[in-house]
């Protein structure tokens, strides 16, 4: 029995010499070497007693080595669990005592106040830095840099992911190697990613976009990544010259558009431009298609099932939408009460179904009974629609549904229409307590610098544009709208700032 999804990521080396990555710095990570140093902390891992099946925790900076550690990880059977580095202690203790690691991997500057969650969930405490130093790196160069990678099936856990938990306790999504090798697969051939790609990745690698969509598709299609420790406009807009393609979050495409330096020229020679993780503003897609010539791709996947959807390689991108579901994926709108198929065009929660759906939640038997029908289908919580020509639209959360009077009100709908109007950026609407609606419709608007745009003139946009009941009661204009690492709007944190506006 081979290691599943490593044996999967491998098996299109087209020369060990070439470079599988290039840091920020201009140092080139070959294949050979990056067989050769996975294996070195595979030993590492196998030397501080982990063993197949075993979690790993992981809570460091984006370096080439935290990478390594990701396929050591792999290679030892082991399950990889990473963490956002924007987690605070008091987090990370509810994280690794629920997963229980036999190791727990941390920047050295938090070694010290995270030593106690270690020691009480039974982890031994290892350190990486943003250098890539640390006790982890110290004890992998002691290391043979041949590896027996361990046999591991299919159905075998790869990774958990816990969720952000916005809706209460984070929950751990555990993923299987078919999981994960089976969803890549399908992307590398839907979009047509082969060895001659160059990815500019500047995602973080502690969520599945970054690590197991841009991460796992280019090594599985042979290609090579720039990879830089992050989003930096100047890195960034100096790397694309020698980028063919391109992984982002919106926030990365809106940010290009505010560089006078990003031209068509600059990106003319340009494969391919991905959006993922947040809604992509058509106002967003339709000026970037004008200034570059090229439309963005954008497509739907989460946390429990990497992706579901995308909008087609060839044919029409069209803004405000996800494209159709990818092949092997079933994806139906259903009644989020009864699971009732609703008509084509209506709006319902998305089902999918599929060898890229997750295995369940950690721990969590009952709550991963409730998130799946009896056919199989898991419900995702995003509310949708497919139109007549089969693209899927997702229309927002179903906790962020607002019910104003007794009426659906869909945020992206508002959102649409307010982000057209001249000087707003962007825009979030939410639902707040309302004494006699029970909830009211809420706009909050960031601005773009030195637009001049009060309330009066954004309702009366809208009047004539939406029926009465979608109208937000109050609109707040801020510089900026809270935002998680991922580029996603928190509006869990704008719903706790403005609910008491009707009290």
Known sequence: MSNHLFEALTAFIPDMDKPFLTSAEGEVTSYRAMMARSAQFAGALGKLG?????????????????????LATIRAGAIFLPLNTAYTPAEIDYFIND????????????????????????????????????????????????YETQPRDADDLAAILYTSGTTGRSKGAMLSHENLASNSRTLVKVWRFSEDDVLLHALPIFHTHG???????LMMAGGSMLFLPKFDLDTV???????????????????????????????????????????????VHKDFSKRTGHMILERYGMTET???????????????????????????????????????????????????VFQGYWRMPEKTAQEFRTDGYFITGDMGRIDTGGYVSIVGRSKDLIISGGFNVYPAE?????????????????????????????????????????????????????????????????????????????????REQFRADFA
Request: hydrophobic share 40%.
């Open 306 to 356: 990497n992706m579901n959807t995308s909008n087609p390689y060839d044919g029409d991108r069209r803004p405000g939408t996800v494209g159709f579901p990818l092949p092997g994926v079933g994806l139906r709108i259903a009644d989020a009460t009864t699971g009732r198929v609703v008509e084509q065009g209506e709006v319902g929660i998305i089902e999918v179904k599929g060898p890229n």
């Open 414 to 494: 508002v959102e649409a229409l307010l982000d057209e109007v001249p000087g707003v950026a962007e825009s979030a609407v939410i639902g707040v307590p309302h004494p006699d609606f029970g909830e009211a419709v809420v706009a909050v608007l960031a601005m773009r610098s030195g637009a001049s745009v009060d309330e009066e003139t954004v309702q009366a946009a809208l009047q004539d544009k939406l029926a009465k009941f979608k109208q937000p009661k109050k609109v707040h204009l801020l510089d900026s709208l809270p935002r998680n690492t991922m580029g996603k709007i928190q509006k869990n944190a704008l």
């Open 237 to 283: 807009l100096e790397c694309l010259p020698q980028a063919t393609s391109m992984m982002g979050v919106p926030t990365f495409y809106s940010r290009l558009l505010g560089s006078e330096a990003f031209t068509r020229d600059l990106v003319s020679h340009m494969r391919l431009f991905i959006s993922g993780s947040a809604p992509l503003s058509a106002e």
């Open 99 to 146: 997963a229980e690691p036999a190791v727990f991997v941390c920047d050295p500057a938090r070694a010290d106040a995270l030593a106690e969650t270690a020691q009480k969930a039974g982890a031994r405490l290892e350190t990486l830095d943003a250098a890539g130093e640390g006790s982890l790196r110290t004890l992998a160069d002691t290391m043979p840099d041949q």
């Open 211 to 217: 690590l197991f969509v841009a991460t796992n598709c």
């Open 50 to 70: 982990v063993q197949p099946g075993d979690r790993v925790a992981v809570q460091v900076e984006k370096t080439p080595e935290a990478l390594m550690l990701y």
